[in-house]
């Protein structure tokens, strides 16, 4: 066994860097300690070192990024995605990237920490990691290849001519390899994989998706071509067992929603599609009928009073219930109050965001302490998921009648007083309090057997 961790952490942590043990062997990319995210901002003290390296020393070793350590770190997974991005980035204002690290596949760079960077993802090629996230350092083992990981030169050796994060540049990475977000998710609809197990159909169908509605909007696809093309492949490459068949409209649905949202982004953006965003709607067959001709009772304009459209995922919120769900199912559900030629849920999706009652918002949320329903969070307009609690205040005879049977089932759990006591006191904050997090639970342990009681607040 090497011991990786406790020859190469020292150096590290006298440079400011907080290192910390990562496991091995199958797990080698996971750290060996609860709560390390804690050490994003301080080092751990010389007493935790030295017990790290008598009980880690033979681990892999993980950089923790954030103020702490000043560093950032982009993993790019796909490599033939890497010399792309090194000339986005060069175009961007990043001349040199001293600093490489390589694994099974992809590449990993890092940048200077700033306040405000915050991890993101770009779904199956590209993660962001920032603050309270870790990255793995050679020479550590990689779980798969068996092999260690390599650098092009050491880190410490560069640590001070890493370069800063360019502004603006998660939205170029956004908008070229996002599916849904004016990107296709890094996939060429000309060469898309020709076998899909089931574990990652649902992702890599969603990105080809993307990419057809992409390749609608910069005209290398017309709609029919689009759908086609589409469908033959989920049948062709996606793995398809009985127990869980493909849902084939869904992601068909998916296309036109992402080809909605891509000529919104163009049009919001001032690059407007070859046929503009009316026109290539029109081009797309996505309306075939106009909206005010629709027959009394139809369904549409109901749901467009109804349910609230979070912009930022296409999602529908349903104004009553708080259900959330995608267009598609609910598209199904009115299913039969609609005329929609041969169920073409995507005619039902396009008509529905263009109806003027339709209420839209830029995120839904749970915020326990704002009024339910429409807030406003810094100028933008949130749904808010919360509802309250549906209780009343109990005084006099209705708390013999209608509380102490929770009080007589507490007792009984728990004799010993304070315990109870206590316990009731933690379930009357969470009614009382609902916007204010408690950072534990209680955890009640009995014999083997004992059937679980449900109490609803």
């Known amino acids: 066994m090497r011991n990786i961790f406790g020859t190469e952490a020292p150096a590290y942590w006298a440079r400011g860097l907080a290192v910390i043990p990562l ?75 001293p600093w490489e690290r390589k694994g099974k596949k992809g590449v990993v760079w890092l940048f200077k920490w700033r306040e405000g960077l915050k991890s ?18 050679p020479p550590s083992i990689h779980p798969d290849t068996r092999a260690p990981y390599i650098e092009n030169v050491p880190l410490l050796s560069v640590l001070d001519h890493l370069p800063e994060w360019p502004e603006g540049f998660e939205r170029v990475l956004r908008r070229k390899y996002q599916a849904g977000a004016g990107g296709s998710g890094g996939v060429d609809i000309d060469n898309l994989p020709q076998r899909v197990r089931k574990g990652g159909r649902d992702v890599m169908a969603t990105a080809v998706a993307g990419a057809f509605a992409r390749a609608m909007l910069d005209g290398q696809r017309d709609a029919d071509a689009a759908e086609y093309e589409l469908g033959e492949w989920l049948w062709r490459a996606l793995e398809n067992p009985a127990d869980d068949p493909i849902d084939a409209e869904k992601y068909k649905t998916r296309m036109w929603e992402f080809f909605r949202r891509d000529c919104e982004a163009a049009a919001n953006s001032g690059h407007l599609p070859a046929y503009g965003w009316r026109g290539a709607l029109t081009r797309a067959k996505l309306i075939d009928r106009d909206v005010s001709d629709l027959p009394e009772g139809d369904a549409l304009p109901y749901v467009a009073r109804r349910y ?34 041969g169920k073409r849920y995507d005619l039902f999706a396009v008509e529905l965001a263009q109806r003027e009652e339709l209420r839209r918002v830029d995120r839904i949320r749970f915020r326990p302490k704002a009024t339910p329903g429409l807030i406003d969070e810094q100028g933008r307009p949130v749904w808010n998921t919360w509802r309250g609690y549906v209780h009343n205040d109990l005084i006099g005879e209705a708390v013999d009648s209608r509380v102490q049977p929770l009080l007589d089932m507490v007792g009984a759990m728990f004799p010993n007083s304070m315990e109870a006591e ?25 014999e083997a057997g004992c059937v679980s009681e449900v109490v609803e607040i």
């Open 23 to 97: 496991k091995t062997g199958d797990e080698g990319k996971r750290p060996a300690l609860n709560r390390w995210q804690q050490w994003h901002d301080t080092l751990p003290s010389d007493s935790t070192q030295r017990a790290w390296l008598s009980r880690h020393e033979q681990g892999n070793i993980g950089l923790v990024l954030g103020p702490q350590s000043g560093v950032v770190a982009l993993d790019i997974d796909q490599d033939n995605l890497v010399p792309e991005i090194r000339a986005m980035l060069r175009e961007a204002g990043v001349d040199d990237l």
């Open 120 to 137: 993101f993802s770009v779904p199956g090629c590209i993660d962001f990691l920032g603050q309270g996230r870790q990255v793995v350092l």
């Open 308 to 341: 609230i459209l979070d912009c930022s995922t296409g999602v529908l919120v349903d104004s009553e219930t708080g259900e959330i769900q995608e267009v598609a199912v609910i598209a199904r559900r009115y299913a039969p109050h609609l005329k929609l030629p």
């Open 422 to 446: 206590h316990l009731l006191d933690w379930m009357a904050h969470v009614v009382q309090e609902p916007g204010e997090k408690i950072n534990w639970a209680p955890l009640i342990i009995s």
